[in-house]
């Protein structure tokens, strides 16, 4: 189970989902799919990144090894209650995802990447962005602000609107209209390390990206692809903008993942349940396990 503020409730299960919102988000944008997966009886956890929630100042605060510390803690808490669990997030969540496989292979069974930004190459990039690319002092790179895509990253208006409402309700004290260049910054500095990593990740991956994504390119999703180790599930999205937890397609995307998160599960108990038993040798009128 999940609580309002995002800690499990007890222990509903052995398998647990932890899923990870995006750069300037909440919680709140990937709720569709926490509650679906709740309600197949997965232990889900939503933590919220460290620096959101407030002011722009307090995100500004922030570096990209704070966001992965909230990332990581979540882990950890839902590691205590659940022998498997996948990890997803969308966007900036989705790479914090991969860094979190990448360096606790024992504890990050799958990975459900949603809209993963390594770069911007969406259409609603702003003209600058080339420019931005030669700055790597946060000081300098707070001088740029990169508006929020004229659609917020959502195909569908009525959902549009009605998600825009909700990211206010969820505790954010108001939906941002822009990102500030030092956080975009981070998140690029973030986005160097993993890729740093990408051939050690040998875990399952699914990636669901929409094919006119206006912020994070499908080239995203396809470099992934060829360079994660382990097996890739590429789903492109044909009716959706980068916010594809909230979109048009949502139930897709909450089916694709029930879907991969059960065929993780199920092959995981496979495995345990066909494991040899330890075989007993008697060494001296004791018997101990070869």
Same mark, same amino acid.
């Given at each position: 189970?999940?609580?309002?503020?995002?800690?499990?409730?007890?222990?509903?299960?052995?398998?647990?989902?932890?899923?990870?919102?995006?750069?300037?988000?909440?919680?709140?944008?990937?709720?569709?799919?926490?509650?679906?997966?709740?309600?197949?009886?997965?232990?889900?956890?939503?933590?919220?990144?460290?620096?959101?929630?407030?002011?722009?100042?307090?995100?500004?605060?922030?570096? %990209?090894?704070? %966001?992965?510390?909230?990332?990581?803690?979540?882990?950890?808490?839902?590691?205590?209650?659940?022998?498997?669990?996948?990890?997803?997030?969308?966007?900036?969540?989705?790479?914090?995802?991969?860094?979190?496989?990448?360096?606790?292979?024992?504890?990050?069974?799958?990975?459900?990447?949603?809209?993963?930004?390594?770069?911007?190459?969406?259409?609603?990039?702003?003209?600058?962005?080339?420019?931005?690319?030669?700055?790597?002092?946060?000081?300098?790179?707070?001088?740029?602000?990169?508006?929020?895509?004229?659609?917020?990253?959502?195909?569908?208006?009525?959902?549009?609107?009605?998600?825009?409402?909700?990211?206010?309700?969820?505790?954010?004290?108001?939906?941002?209209?822009?990102?500030?260049?030092?956080?975009?910054?981070?998140?690029?500095?973030?986005?160097?390390?993993?890729?740093?990593?990408?051939?050690?990740?040998?875990?399952?991956?699914?990636?669901?990206?929409?094919?006119?994504?206006? !912020?994070?390119?499908?080239?995203?999703?396809? !470099?992934?692809?060829?360079?994660?180790?382990?097996?890739?599930?590429?789903?492109?999205?044909?009716?959706?903008?980068?916010?594809?937890?909230?979109?048009?397609?949502?139930?897709?995307?909450?089916?694709?993942?029930?879907?991969?998160?059960?065929?993780?599960?199920?092959?995981?108990?496979?495995?345990?349940?066909?494991?040899?038993?330890?075989?007993?040798?008697?060494?001296?009128?004791?018997?101990?396990?070869?």
């Amino acid at each position: 189970m999940q609580s309002s503020d995002g800690k499990p409730e007890g222990k509903s299960g052995r398998v647990g989902v932890l899923l990870i919102h995006g750069l300037c988000g909440s919680p709140s944008e990937i709720r569709f799919v926490a509650n679906g997966l709740m309600r197949s009886g997965y232990t889900v956890l939503c933590p919220q990144l460290a620096g959101h929630g407030g002011s722009e100042a307090d995100l500004m605060a922030t570096t %990209w090894q704070d %966001w992965y510390a909230s990332a990581e803690k979540g882990l950890e808490e839902l590691s205590a209650t659940c022998d498997t669990v996948i990890v997803g997030g969308l966007s900036t969540g989705a790479v914090l995802s991969l860094m979190l496989a990448a360096r606790h292979p024992d504890k990050v069974h799958a990975v459900a990447l949603y809209s993963p930004t390594l770069w911007l190459s969406g259409r609603q990039i702003p003209w600058y962005l080339p420019l931005f690319r030669l700055i790597d002092s946060k000081r300098l790179a707070n001088l740029f602000r990169f508006p929020v895509p004229m659609h917020v990253g959502i195909k569908d208006r009525r959902i549009r609107d009605f998600i825009q409402g909700a990211m206010a309700a969820g505790g954010a004290k108001s939906v941002p209209s822009a990102t500030p260049g030092g956080a975009v910054l981070e998140r690029r500095r973030l986005a160097k390390e993993v890729m740093k990593d990408l051939g050690a990740i040998t875990q399952p991956v699914l990636i669901l990206h929409a094919r006119e994504d206006d !912020y994070a390119g499908l080239d995203n999703a396809a !470099y992934l692809q060829r360079e994660l180790a382990g097996p890739v599930d590429l789903v492109v999205l044909e009716d959706s903008y980068h916010m594809v937890t909230v979109d048009r397609q949502r139930h897709v995307v909450l089916d694709r993942t029930a879907a991969f998160v059960s065929r993780i599960a199920g092959s995981i108990a496979e495995s345990i349940r066909t494991r040899p038993a330890p075989q007993l040798h008697v060494i001296g009128g004791q018997a101990a396990a070869a």
